[in-house]
């Protein structure tokens, strides 16, 4: 399996900028990663997503030109840069993974972290 942890959550002011990191470790290569996030009283939401080699990617049309998912898998790590955040970002944002293609949502998705808390105020 996939062991995956967040970090790069905090509390930031509306329009600054953040990135959360995605440290992986455990099973073989090749799996997708996604980006979700989970405000209270809400479900969760995708957010981003990438293929392993990078080539492909998709945005929740909220972040689109705001947010931006990358990974290096030399180190294992994936990241969510967020810039320009609202107060409507605020959440708790798991990062995600699955074999077997990509996905948009959650329940696809077998390996989860443990989630990072992003706050934005306004």
């Known amino acids: 399996q996939v062991q995956l942890a967040e970090s790069g959550g905090g509390l930031v002011q509306a329009g600054d900028s953040l990135r959360l990191s995605c440290a992986a470790s455990?099973?073989?290569?090749?799996?997708?990663m996604g980006w979700f996030r989970q405000a209270p009283g809400k479900e969760r939401e995708f957010v981003a997503r990438?293929?392993?080699?990078?080539?492909?990617?998709h945005y929740a049309d909220s972040v689109k030109g705001r947010f931006s998912i990358s990974r290096d898998n030399d180190k294992n790590m994936g990241y969510l840069q967020m810039s320009n955040l609202q107060s409507e970002d605020t959440a708790v944002y798991y990062c995600?993974?699955?074999?077997?293609?990509?996905?948009?949502?959650?329940?696809?998705?077998?390996?989860w972290g443990q989630g990072t808390q992003v706050t934005v105020s306004s």
């Open positions: 455990g099973r073989s290569p090749g799996y997708d």
């Open positions: 995600a993974a699955k074999y077997g293609g990509w996905s948009l949502r959650p329940s696809d998705y077998l390996y």
């Open positions: 990438i293929s392993w080699s990078g080539g492909s990617t």
